[in-house]
């Protein structure tokens, strides 16, 4: 069968994560910037790289050190760049450390999912979200029911459209792309937030920030592409054309 408690154990834990990374994340939205928390956040494939190579055994090429370096050192470029539309201090550093947080518990997430490949998309993603809402239940501060029905509306949309059914549309393409494929159109993601952000909040990065969210975008695409530079060989003399 699909599931057992082992593979169900496996997938609450999954969910575990999912619901800490979406409250980390949201959290740095209101401090760092939709924009920024989310070329932060666009660090996650090389954690999950790192947390492959510890747990499955996957080995660490020297292909995959160089473009977690440049990944790197794009999020030194970010937070050391501070915008005067993210604000400075504390404040803001708070807002980077907890998108690398969400980052590091969305990896979390995916490895997981990675053991459970035989567990179709929406069985997943109904786990994720009921072990979720079990978790945020002492939280809920029962004063906020009385919010507006637009309010309520907007919630609904969030939850339905874009974590639930964005969740099972997720999942089946990773089970049916490869993986390549699949990393390449992740890159739609960081793109999309920095635009929107600008559109709709005003929010603009410094030549800095844009260095720095390029330098992210291109690891990312070179890790998942396999881009690498390799010398060519010299002919030798018998080959060498005439």
Known sequence: GWLNYSTLGWAMLSGVAIVGNWLLLFASYAKASIAISTAVYNVQPFMLVMLAALFLGEKITAQKLVWLSVAFVGMLAIVSAHGEQQGSGDHYLLGVVQAIGAAFLYAVAA???????????????????????????PLVSWQSLSAPVDAWAALLTLGVVHTGLMYVLLYGAIQKLPTALTGALSFIYPVAAILVDWMAYGHRLGWAQWLGVAAILLAAAGLQRGWWWRVKPELAPSKRPL
């Open 111 to 137: 490895l997981i999912i990675k053991r459970l490949k035989a567990v179709p998309p929406h069985l997943l993603a109904l786990i994720q979200v009921t072990t979720g809402a079990v978790l945020l239940v």
